[in-house]
């Protein structure tokens, strides 16, 4: 899930502006007899949607989301929009690790556009998102859900390729994230890095120098009731005095909220592993047993 | 503000009195110097921003360690993103954009990344606009029900309130930070805990942060409204959980 050695290695700058990529993706789910069925789908650009038959389970319908350009080079836009009707259950994930590399100075732009229908669900869980020193990227990730519907927000992101000792120094990253349940604004975030990023993030109220972080956003008529079992499974402490004290491993950081019917999880690690290993935990505690299998490939 | 009651008092030439018309007298921030004073009743002294978490672990646990921490709040956590959220309410309430106005009030509310982080705005931001409407009415202030059926974030109501009464945005600005950094540095005071000398000599440092911080805030538009926060977002959660707590954030 959290490979940073990579088979090859583009080098953005060389790449004319007239080949740099767009990708679009659709993909529309219908709910049919108690499963779900593929229904619209639009590809273009870089942007393939893989609907693995390893992927099936006995209601949802997983979709595996392939960029074909290998990543995302400065210019480079990809706009994912998915749709999940009245009762459709989709898992989304993505076919590896998405890779921002250097930018010489042009922006890449990510939208990812999510909306669920009554009693429908998305899980949103990507493979992580590994920023090259030196990228330029804007991020957007809006949901429209439907008051009873749930959705689950899965979003890596490592700093760098740290396997190789690289940190992200320098260029931009912001991310927008806008959720509405009922048509009303419930959750809004945003990560805004630029300028000398590499001494931004050494400071001790930001990421004290490590590279890897996520959130988990539940939005679900029973997000709140899972709390308690998300912090056992992250090894932290309740609050009543008979807890034993928090069992975190020394390479990460965590905390879990919960409030206004959402679960939000925000994990710090000093890279991928640590990282990669929390979610999987968390995930677990939400029950979301089936992970996806290209995860474990 | 009225003089009424007090007999008139001669003021040596050039020096304008309270009766001076605000035309003529330079920009009046009393109304600044009040509302963001720890007396004002938004109960600002019972949050402290999960400062409380950051001095258990040790992050923060002397003066050095509190001056980088407030610091990085100012322009990287929670406190920078209010700022840019008061600038946007107050250049909405100032042009009478209702529009707008609900735009800044709904991101507002649902900008937090914890549950206690929105308790603090939210509690502090309804108490605020209580005690203004009733202490210092504006028919602006009056109107807000009809354009936000919900609750209001601190900074925003400071910024209606300043807009409404014709504070200048910049000295609002400022005054908000220097209020939030000094209530934090008061938290801090308590906890570590450090001397009276220490705190002041903190808050006297963070001013030329405030300063810095101004013009920054004001040149961000809604779309890129956030930080890098991350410890102290993971501190706003972990807070919840704290066996022993003073406050409430």
Redesign the interface.
Known sequence: MFATELPFEPVAASIPIERRGQGRLVVEAHARDGRTQRGRVEESGFARVRFPLSGRRAHALEAVLINTGGGLAGGDVSQTIIRAADAAQLVVTTQAAEKIYRSDGALSRIAVDLSAGAGARIDWMPQSTIVFDGARVERSIAAEIAADARLLLVEPVILGRTARGERFRQGLLHDRWRIRRNGRLVYADGLQLEGDIARLLDRRATAGGWAAFATLLLVAPDAEGRLQEVRAALGLRDGSPEDPPDTLPANLEAGASAWDGMLSVRLLARDGAPLEAAIRRVLAALGVADIPRIWHS | MSGDAAPERRLPAGVASSQTTSAEAPADLLALFVWLSPAYPVGAFAYSHALEW?VETG?IRDAA?LA??VD??LR??GPF?DAVLLAHAWRATETEDDAALAEVL??A???A????R?METLNQGDAFISATRLAWPSPRLDRLPDIWAGRVAYPVAVGIAAAAHGLPLGATLGAYLNAVAANLISAAVRLVPLGQTDGNRTLAGTTSTVRAVVPLALQVPL????????????????H????TRLFRS
């Open positions: 950051a992050d360690t980088g921490w990085d709040l990287h956590g993103a709904e991101l509310s649902a900008f990344p914890a549950r206690e929105q779309d890129r409204l956030g930080g890098a926060a991350f410890r102290s977002d993971i501190a706003a959660m972990r919840e959980t704290q066996y």
